[in-house]
C-alpha cells in the first residue's frame, strides 16, 4: 500500500517532513543502548527527557528545549533508580512532572526545577512500590489529574492515585507480559497488546475485558486508540514474518476492518495517531523512514499520503504535545528521532505547505489544553468528561497552574532482627553504592583481623592448657 499512492482530494496530500539544521540538535547525548521496545524519548513544550547509558543504575537527562547543540558529558542527570529506567513520560497537565519506571520494580515521580538541572537529581517526589517484577511501561491519564497506570513484568497494571501515593486498582486480566497501552479520548477505556498474542479493551476502573480479539494471523506488538472514531489501529507481524497494520472496530473485535502489509523489514512499527487531523504516522524501529496516511470514516478507511526518508535509524522518536508547535509555520506534528549511533537527538516537523503566513484555522481544530477535566475521586467515582478543548491561535503558549503536591505519608517500621528495613533504605546512586561497597570490604577485613587474633589467642590458650597438663607438677 505505501508504494502506490492513491490521488484523492486531501489538504494533508504534500505534508512533507522538514529537519532541524544541526545547530537546533541535540548532540553528544549517551542515548541508551537497552534492547526494550519502548521510545527512551519524552517531549513537552519546556523540556526533552532522554534515557541514557549509566553504570550503577537507570538516569534520563532532562535538557530545556531551548538549549539545543552539543551536550557536555558531565550534564547533570536524574539518576535515583537503583535498575535501566525502562520508560518516562511526562505529566500532560504539569509540564516540569515526570514519571519513570525501572527494572528496580518502582515507579517514580521527578519534579524538575525552572531552568533545567543544575545537578544530579538523586531524590524523587514519590516513590511507588506494588510491582513484584520489573516495570515496563507508564501512561497518564489523558483527561484526568494525577492518575498514572504501570504495566510490569508480573502481568499487572497498576493505577495509582498521586493524591495518596498508593495504588488504587489493579488489572489482572493478562497472561504473559504487556506491550502497550493506549487510551481512547476520555480515558473510559484502556486498549492493551499482551506477549500473549491477545488484544484487549479494558474498563480500567473495573478491570473487566470488554473485548478480546486472539491474533494469529496478525501478532500485534502496539495499539492506538483513533480519536472518537471507536476504531483501533495495531501494528505487528503476520504469519509470513512481515510487518503488518490491521484496523479494528473497537465494539467487535472478532475480526479485523482491514489488514496491510508494509513491508518485509523486521523492526518494530511504532503507530501515532494525529486526531486534529486524523493522521497516522508509522516509524519503524531500526530504519529511518516515517510513513504517514490519512484515516476516513468509510472504505478503504486508510490512505496513504507520502513518506519521509532517512539514512540514519531511529532507536525511538519523541512527540511533541499539540500546545508545543509552531503554527506560525503551519507545523502540524513533530518528532524528536534519536539516533543513537551519532548520540544525536534530531527535531523532524511535519509542515503542510501553506502560503499564506495567517492562523490556519483549518488544520488546527481546537485541541486537548493543560487542564484537566476532571480530579482522581471524580474518575475513579465513574465519572467521565472530555478533555478541555484549547485553541491553539489564542492560548497555544499558555502554561497550566496546576502544582503538584506529593502526599504526606507516615512514617512506618518494618523492624527484623533489630534493623528498621525501611529506615535502611538501600543506596541510590552509583557512587552511593560503590561508598558502601568500600565500607563493607574495610567492616568484613577488620572482622577477619578480629577473627584472626581471637584464632591466635585460642591457639595460645590451648598450647599453655597443655603444658600445664604435662608439667611434672599435674603428674
Known amino acids: 500500500m505505501s ?127 506494588g510491582h513484584s517484577r520489573r516495570v515496563g511501561l507508564v ?47 476520555d480515558g473510559s477505556l484502556l486498549a492493551t497488546t499482551c506477549k500473549d498474542k491477545k488484544l484487549r479493551v479494558v474498563e480500567p476502573r473495573s478491570g473487566r475485558v470488554l473485548q478480546e480479539a486472539s491474533c494469529k494471523n496478525h501478532r500485534v506488538n502496539r495499539v492506538v486508540f483513533l480519536g472518537s472514531t471507536k476504531r483501533l489501529l495495531t501494528t505487528g507481524v503476520s504469519r509470513w514474518n512481515t510487518r503488518q497494520i490491521a484496523l479494528w472496530d473497537q465494539e467487535d473485535l472478532s475480526m479485523p476492518l482491514i489488514e496491510e502489509e508494509i513491508d518485509g523489514l523486521s523492526g518494530l512499527l511504532f503507530p501515532f495517531y494525529d486526531a486534529d487531523t486524523h493522521m497516522l504516522y508509522l516509524a519503524g524501529k531500526g530504519d529511518g523512514n516515517i510513513r504517514y496516511y490519512e484515516i476516513g470514516s468509510e472504505k478503504p478507511y486508510l490512505s496513504y499520503l507520502m513518506e519521509f526518508r532517512s539514512p540514519a535509524p531511529q532507536k525511538g522518536l519523541g512527540v511533541m504535545p499539540k500546545h508545543g508547535l509552531d503554527v506560525s509555520a503551519c507545523e502540524v506534528f513533530r518528532f524528536y528521532k534519536l539516533i543513537t549511533l551519532k548520540g544525536l537527538i534530531e527535531p523532524i516537523s511535519m509542515i503542510v505547505p501553506r502560503r499564506s503566513e495567517t492562523y490556519q484555522e483549518d488544520i488546527y481544530p481546537m485541541t486537548p489544553g493543560t487542564e484537566p477535566a476532571l480530579t482522581p475521586d471524580e474518575w475513579l467515582s465513574g465519572m467521565n468528561r472530555d478533555p ?88
Open 139 to 185: 501512561e497518564w491519564h489523558p483527561t484526568t489529574n494525577n492518575i498514572l497506570f504501570s504495566a510490569g513484568y508480573d502481568y499487572k497494571v497498576l493505577i495509582w492515585n498521586l493524591d495518596i501515593g498508593e495504588p488504587v486498582k489493579m488489572i489482572d486480566c493478562h497472561t504473559d507480559v504487556i506491550l502497550c497501552m493506549s487510551f481512547n479520548t
Open 388 to 475: 478541555i478543548l484549547m485553541s491553539l491561535k489564542e492560548g497555544y503558549k499558555r502554561t497550566s497552574k496546576i502544582v503538584f503536591k506529593a502526599p504526606v505519608r507516615e512514617k512506618k517500621s518494618v523492624v527484623v532482627n533489630g534493623i528498621d528495613l525501611l529506615e535502611n533504605v538501600p543506596p541510590r546512586t552509583e557512587n552511593e553504592l560503590l561508598r558502601v561497597f568500600f565500607r563493607q570490604q574495610d567492616e568484613i577485613r577488620r572482622l577477619k583481623d578480629e577473627l584472626s587474633q581471637k584464632d591466635i589467642r585460642i591457639r595460645q590458650l590451648q598450647l599453655e592448657l597443655k603444658n600445664l597438663r604435662n608439667s611434672p607438677k599435674n603428674n
Open 3 to 129: 508504494w502506490r499512492p492513491q490521488y484523492r482530494s486531501s489538504k494533508f496530500r504534500n505534508v512533507y517532513g522538514k529537519v532541524a539544521s544541526r545547530e537546533h540538535c541535540f548532540d553528544g547525548v549517551p542515548i541508551t543502548k537497552n534492547v526494550h521496545d519502548n521510545h527512551f524519548c519524552a517531549v513537552n513544550a519546556r523540556f526533552l527527557a532522554i534515557v541514557t547509558e549509566s553504570a550503577g543504575g537507570g538516569s534520563f537527562l532532562v535538557i530545556p528545549l531551548e538549549q539545543t547543540g552539543r551536550i557536555e558529558p558531565n550534564y547533570p542527570k536524574v539518576c535515583g533508580h537503583q535498575g535501566n529506567v525502562l520508560d518516562i513520560k511526562w505529566n500532560p497537565f504539569i509540564e516540569n512532572i515526570i514519571a519513570s519506571c525501572s527494572e528496580d520494580t518502582t515507579v517514580r515521580i521527578w519534579e524538575i526545577p525552572e531552568g533545567g538541572l543544575k545537578r544530579n537529581m538523586t531524590e524523587a517526589v514519590l516513590e511507588l512500590y
